[in-house]
């Protein structure tokens, strides 16, 4: 059972334009939540997290929205650049911080159109 | 300032075989995950370590086991390996309690068992 769902598993998105990169989770004991970009052949990258107590936070061209009613948080890129180019994995964890096991989603392969 | 390492790159095993996978954490990191990538799926928790005692542990069998040292680096070691057990295997690092409990991660160790 997927308690981190990324349900798009590809967007393409021109340059310039907002990417808006969705999740949803099914686990309430969930309330920290991280995106992390991969490019292939590295490590995950760590971009931007939000805790259960805000509903927004913002880190240059990324913003991260919650929804905790609806259990959803999205990824806002602006503007979009080629370089952004990566799969995006949202991740979640229980215990009020990201230093405790993460669940991952599948995650939205971003192509960015020059 | 060093990020994770983790050794080898690379690695073909047989089944039934064993293998053991290394990790250094972030310079002033003290927490190490493991974690398994299978192909087109996101990052699984296999377990935590902190203060040399596994502290999380996922559902992962009893084959997969790990040490810390006491210079905080660590070990993934997998018994009887499976073709299953192909995946790419990362580890991250963190600092517990202090403000940087974000989990940062390594270049990870392709397995390959046939």
């Known amino acids: 059972d997927q308690q981190v769902k990324q349900n798009s598993p590809s967007l393409s998105v021109q340059e310039g334009r907002i990417s808006i990169l969705n999740c949803d989770y099914t686990n309430s004991m969930f309330d920290y939540f991280l995106w992390y970009k991969k490019y292939p052949a590295e490590g995950p990258t760590f971009l931007i997290s939000?805790?259960?107590?805000?509903d927004k936070n913002e880190d240059g061209r990324f913003t991260v929205f919650l929804n905790k009613s609806a259990k959803h948080l999205s990824l806002h890129i602006v503007p979009s650049q080629p370089g952004d180019s990566a799969v995006y994995f949202c991740a979640a964890s229980a215990g009020g911080a990201g230093s405790y096991q993460l669940t991952f989603g599948k995650g939205t392969k971003l192509s960015v159109i020059p | 300032d060093a990020g994770v390492t983790q050794s080898p790159t690379h690695l073909i095993k047989t089944r039934g075989q064993q293998v053991t996978l290394r990790c250094s954490p972030k310079s002033g990191h003290d927490t190490v995950s493991w974690y398994q990538q299978a192909l087109g799926q996101g990052p699984q928790f296999i377990f935590q370590?902190?203060?040399?005692?596994?502290?999380q542990r996922g559902n992962f069998p009893d084959r997969f086991s790990g040490h810390q040292y006491p210079n905080y680096s660590s070990e993934l070691n997998v018994n009887a390996l499976l073709l299953g057990d192909s995946a790419l295997y990362l580890c991250a690092s963190s600092l517990i309690g202090r403000g940087q409990e974000t989990q940062y991660f390594g270049p990870g160790t392709r397995l390959l068992v046939l």
């Open positions: 939000i805790s259960s107590i805000k």
């Open positions: 370590y902190y203060e040399e005692e596994e502290r």
